[in-house]
Nanobody, 124 residues
Framework: QVQLVESGGGLVQTGGSLRLSCAAS????????AGWFRQAPGKEREFVAS????????YYADSVKGRFTISRNSAKNTVDLQMNSLKPEDTAVYYC?????????????????WGQGTQVTVSS
């Protein structure tokens, strides 16, 4: 069983930066793909970024390419999301997720474990 806990959300002005962190319990997490998703009010949960179990492949949504960076630290059992040049449209609850396979996906339905989410608000 894997449990995920996100941290690092908050309020930031347009153009600012935030770093989200996802701490995982359970040794199995090191063999799982991981991803970040977000959900804005009234909208469906959408893919943001994902990373393979060993960090060998990384994927981003077009809307965040060049601004966000996903990374993982196997020793610490964490997955981080560095968010730069934030825009008001990035405002959402951000969720960390893990998938019981080495390869990530972009569909939320393919992920098996979820954190509780952390709020990110970007003011204009």
């Amino acid at each position: 069983q894997v449990q995920l806990v996100e941290s690092g959300g908050g309020l930031v002005q347009t153009g600012g930066s935030l770093r989200l962190s996802c701490a995982a319990s359970g040794r199995a997490f090191s063999r799982y793909a991981a991803g970040w998703f977000r959900q804005a009010p009234g909208k469906e949960r959408e893919f943001v970024a994902s990373i393979t179990w060993n960090g060998g492949a990384i994927y981003y949504a077009d809307s965040v390419k060049g601004r966000f960076t996903i990374s993982r630290n196997s020793a610490k059992n964490t997955v981080d999301l560095q968010m730069n040049s934030l825009k008001p449209e990035d405002t959402a609850v951000y969720y960390c997720a893990a998938r019981r396979t080495t390869s990530p996906g972009t569909s939320a339905t393919r992920y098996d474990y979820w954190g509780q989410g952390t709020q990110v608000t970007v003011s204009s």
